[in-house]
C-alpha cells in the first residue's frame, strides 16, 4: 500500500513537470515579442534588450525554464500587464468563484446521476429506463452556452425566478472564499440560500454534460455487473434483491464512476469558461479570456499549469481513494 | 427417519418466452433424489441440464424463463414437503442457500470481488442462521477450515482476486454448505479447473456429502466424473430425461442409444473408428425451436424405424428403478 501510494505521487509529480514543459513552450512559440508587448512598438532596440534582460529572456532556454519553475513554486507566477497586478494574487482572488461553482456543479451531477440510475436500474422497468438513456443523450449533447442562454431566457427573463448574469450576489466577509460556506460560518441562512440562488443556472448549466455521461457510464457499468455469475450466486443464497443491488451490485459499478468523477471534478474546476463568461462570472474563466484577448501571456500560461495542477491532484486523490475502496488495488 | 426423496421433480416443463416462439428448455423431466444419494445429471451443452438445476432453484425466472408445468417437491429435514414451482418468492428466498445450496462451474467470476471470503460465507450465516456478526465470522472461519483452506484464520480476511480457481471453488462449497443444505446443486463445479485440482474437490464434495448427509444432484457433461461420484444417473437429451438408472447400469447396460453413443465416444473405454478416431454421435442436436415430431433423437439414432419419427416415445419403467425413453431399448447393446 505504501509503494502504491509512494508511485501515484512519483508519477503525479512527473505529469505535473511534463505539464509545465508544455506551458513554457507554448509561451515560447508564439509569435510576439514579450518585450515588444511590455516596452510598447515604439521602444528602442537598448530598451528592449534591457526589458529581455530584466525577464531573463536573454538567457539559454534550459535556464529560462528552470527560472520559471522555481518562480512557479515559490509564489512569482508573473505580472499580468493587463490588470497591472502580479497574477498569482489575481488568480488567488478568482480561484474560489470557480471552485464553488465546480463543486456545486460536480456535487449535483454526481448525485443526481447515482440516485437516479441506481433506481432505475433496480426498478428494472424498461421505460424508466428509455426515459433516461433519452435524458442523458441530450444532457451530453446539448451545449452548455445555448443551455446557459435557454435558462437565463426562461427562469430569469420569462419568470424571474433566478438571479441574471450578474455573476455572484453580495459578498460575506471572506474566508474560504467560497460564498455559501462563508455565509454559514457567519451564521447567516439567508445569504447561503442567496448564494446558491445566484449558483444554481450556472451550476446547472455546468453540470448537464457531466450527469449525462455519468448516468451513461454508470448505467453501462450496472448492466455489466448485474449479469456477473456473482450476482446468481447471491440469489442462490437466499440473498434479497435490493440486498444483492446496493451492497453487490452497486459498490462493483461504482468503482470505474469514480474514476470518471475525478477526471469530471477536475475538468469542472478549470473548464467552465464559457459559462463563466456567460453568467458573468468572476472565476478563472473570464480572467483566462481577458488574459487572451490581451495578450497577457503570465495569465495564461499559469492557468495552464494549474489547470493541469488541479487535473493531476485531483486524479491523485481519486487514485488513493480507489485504493482504499477497491481490495483489488488495496493489496495488489 | 423417513424414507421419502429429499427433491422429487415431475413433468417439470421450463419455457422460456422469445420473439421468435416458446423455447421449452425442459420438457417433462421427472427424477427424485433420496436422502444422502446423489444424482448425476448428465448431457451436452443446451441438453436442459442447468436449466433444471436453475428452475429447482427458481433462479430460471430472473433470466426470463418460467416453470410452465410440473411439480418439485421439497423435503428438507423432517419438515413436511414443500411446493416450490408455486413457492412465493419471499419464501422461495428462504429456501435458497438454507434447504437447497448451488456451487457453479465459475468459480472466478463466482465471488463478489470486492467483498471479502469470509463476509460471503458469512453473509449466508447471517441470513439464514441469524447469527451475529463476530459468531458468523467465526463459523466463517469454522467453514473455511471444513474445506480444507489452510490458515483460514488469516485466510478468512482475502478477497477473491487473492485466491486460485481452486481455492475459490472451495470457498463456495464453504458458502454452500455453511447451512448445511438438504441438497447440494453442483453445476459442472469441476468443468473449470485443472485435472489435480478436479479430482481434489470431488473429493472434498463426497467427503462433505457424507459428513452433513446431504443429497446432491451432479450436473456434468463427464461421464467419467458421474462414475465417480453418482449413485444414479439420468441422462438428458434435447430437454428430456431419455434414461434414467443406477450408475452401474448406465455403464454395464445402457438401454437408450443416446446414451450408448456417450459412452462410445469416451476417450480409453471406446473402440477407435477404422480411421483411429474417437466414435462420434452423428449430426446435431435438434434446434428447440424445430423439434423432430417423434422421438428427438431419431434424426441421429442408428437404430431408428418408422414408428421412432411419429409417436413421442415416454419414459417407461423397463425394470425396477430403470427408465428409458426409447421404443427398442432392448436391441440397444454395448
Sequence with gaps: MTRFVVERIGSAILTILGASIIAFIVLRALPNDPARLIAGPFASDDVLNAVRAQMGLDKPLVAQYVDYLVNFFTGDWGFSYGAGKPVLPLVAERLPASAELAIVAFVGSFAAAVILTVLVSFSRSRLLDGALRMLSFVSVGVPPFWISLLLLMLFFEQLGWFPGPVGRGPAPAAVTGLYTVDYLLAGNLRGAVDALWHLALPAFALAL????????????NLLDVVHEPFVTVLHSKGVAPVTAHFRHILPNAFLPTLTAGGLILAQLI??????E???TWPGIGTLVIDGITRQDYAVVQSFILLSAMIYIVVNLAVDLLYGYVDPRVRRS | ????????????RTVFDTPAGAIVSVDDVSFSIERGQTLGLVGESGSGK????????????RGGGRIAAGSILLKAGEGEPVELSTLPMSAMRKVRGRDIAMVFQEPMTSLDPVWSIGDQIAESIRLHQGLGRADARRKAIEMLRLVGIPAPERRVDDFPHQLSGGMRQRVMIAIALSCRPSLLIADEPTTALDVTIQAQILD????LQAEIGMSVLFITHNLGVVAETADRVAVMYAGQVVEEAPVRDIFATPRHPYTLGLLASIPGSAELTADHRLPTIGGAPPNPLARPEGCRFAPRCPLAVDACRTAEPELAEIAPGRRTRCIRWQEVAR
Design chain 1, 209 to 220: 454534460g457531466s450527469f449525462g455521461y455519468l448516468v451513461r457510464l454508470l448505467r453501462a
Design chain 2, 204 to 207: 472434498l464434495i463426497r467427503r
Design chain 2, 1 to 12: 427417519m423417513s424414507n421419502a426423496p429429499v427433491i422429487q421433480v415431475s413433468n417439470l
Design chain 1, 270 to 275: 478549470g473548464g467552465s469558461v464559457l459559462v
Design chain 1, 277 to 279: 463568461q456567460i453568467f
Design chain 2, 50 to 61: 442447468s436449466v433444471t438445476s436453475l428452475s429447482l432453484m427458481r433462479l430460471v425466472e
